[in-house]
């Protein structure tokens, strides 16, 4: 199978595309099967040829090498070996951002081998199954390192194979039939002819297939994403995380909501805070998805992205600079999800707990008439977190008060915030 993936790649002849994608169709549904996914992933030269397939190919055998590897990310042990394969995360990257025009290009692509993140112990994963793609499986092991075999082909190896294979066969052609080179350079411009001409039916051909292997590699990029050591690495790719923001803005694709979501898991480890903070257009984003008149899955996914943005100091500080925190009133009083007032209110007391920020918080209008209104939800949590923030937002503008006056008995230089710890979304514990 492996074979005839690989070798029928470059191949746009009938044959060749409809045997290149009855083999990958059987790969994928063998890798539908949680107990073949660890051994699907360590074959010697699987990842190669998946990555080929990916690269050359723009039509259904794409979509099946798309699922296999959906497929593989969803086992933990598979997780770390696929973030660290060279090439892997430039090419899904290229291929989510949907401009595949034509082959993969290396040249104008950097690997992605220089910018992995350092490694996380001990993992932790909280995946659920729910049968699709893009749902994750139960945890099957505590390592969840999944390190590639030495023996694994590269794709550099793999493609110097067979341009040594075609070296071979030109010079085998030559000496058989006679033919040199300078005969073979009108064989070359005509070649050169059918290139073009495929290049002009490759768009038109590939469109049907385009959204479907998009969408399989979002698959993937989420899967990775809802680990921490693969988080980090995901994380650390600036390639991938200037198309990641790129796609969240792309609100007319169905994909956009889920990649949201990708930056919302990424959130969750501390260690990516900053990352996330200081690349272009994350914020940005988190305030256009964060509005009212967006997807509640969008709104949802952004409130909580910064919830957890907003409980280090480099978010404080980026979020507060933002145009994020304008729109705090409309999702406290506006919003109908419980979820998303929870949210909300979390991250403006993460934000208030920070004195350099409190300012810009309490002067926003409406704000604190609605932390006020929502002392009387229903709901004992979001009263609580609402009653707390009141809280800290009344100790620091006493304090900085030029003509306050502090009871007698409170020593200021003691004096701690009435809350003092941040609300959190999932995330994954400091040092672990």
């Not at 509005?291 to 978010?315: H, M, P, V, W, Y």
Request: net charge negative.
């Amino acid at each position: 199978l492996i074979f005839v993936a690989k070798e029928s790649c470059g191949f746009d002849t009938d044959a060749a595309v409809d045997s290149r994608s009855r083999a990958m169709n059987t790969i994928s549904n063998l890798a539908a099967s949680i107990k073949n996914r660890t051994l699907l992933f360590h074959h010697p030269r699987m990842l190669a040829t998946l990555i080929t397939v990916v690269k050359r190919d723009y039509q259904e055998s794409r979509v099946f090498a798309c699922s296999t590897l959906a497929y593989l990310a969803k086992t933990e042990e598979n997780k770390r070996g696929l973030a660290e394969t060279d090439g892997l995360l430039t090419i899904l990257s290229w291929l989510l951002e949907g401009n595949c025009i034509g082959p993969f290009n290396e040249e104008n692509n950097t690997s992605d081998r220089e910018a992995l993140s350092p490694v996380f112990d001990n993992e932790n994963n909280d995946i659920t199954s729910k049968g699709d793609i893009f749902d994750s499986l139960p945890l099957l092991g505590k390592d969840g390192a999944g390190i590639m075999k030495k023996d694994r082909m590269t794709v550099d190896e793999c493609d110097a194979r067979s341009e040594i294979s075609s070296a071979s066969a030109v010079s085998k052609l030559t000496e058989v039939t006679g033919i040199q080179s300078h005969e073979l350079k009108d064989e070359n411009k005509h070649e050169e002819k059918v290139h073009r001409a495929f290049m002009k039916k490759y768009k038109k051909k590939s469109k049907p297939f385009l959204l479907s292997s998009r969408s399989n590699a979002c698959a993937i990029f989420l899967h990775l994403a809802k680990h921490r050591t693969t988080a980090g690495i995901l994380c650390a790719n600036t390639n991938f995380m200037a198309v990641l923001v790129r796609v969240c803005n792309e609100v007319e694709v169905p994909i956009h909501t889920k990649c949201i979501e990708i930056l919302c898991h990424l959130s969750r480890v501390p260690m990516n805070i900053m990352r996330l903070a200081e690349s272009e257009g994350v914020l940005s984003t988190l305030q256009r998805m964060s509005k009212a008149n967006e997807k509640s899955e969008d709104r949802l996914f952004a409130i909580r992205t910064a919830q957890n943005l907003s409980c280090e100091l480099q978010g404080r500080q980026a979020l507060t600079a933002s145009s994020f925190v304008d729109n705090f009133p409309q999702l406290l009083c506006g919003s109908n999800s419980i979820e998303e007032k929870a949210a909300t209110v979390s991250t403006v007391l993460n934000l208030c707990i920070d004195s350099e920020s409190i300012v810009q918080i309490a002067s926003k209008p409406g704000l604190i008439a609605a932390l006020v209104h929502l002392c009387t939800h229903e709901s004992d949590s979001l009263r609580d977190i609402a009653c707390d923030a009141l809280a800290v937002i009344s100790y620091w503008l006493q304090k900085f008060a030029s003509n306050g006056i502090v009871p007698a008995d409170i020593d200021l230089q003691d004096a701690q915030l009435p809350t003092d710890g941040a609300y959190t979304w999932e995330q994954f514990l400091s040092g672990i």
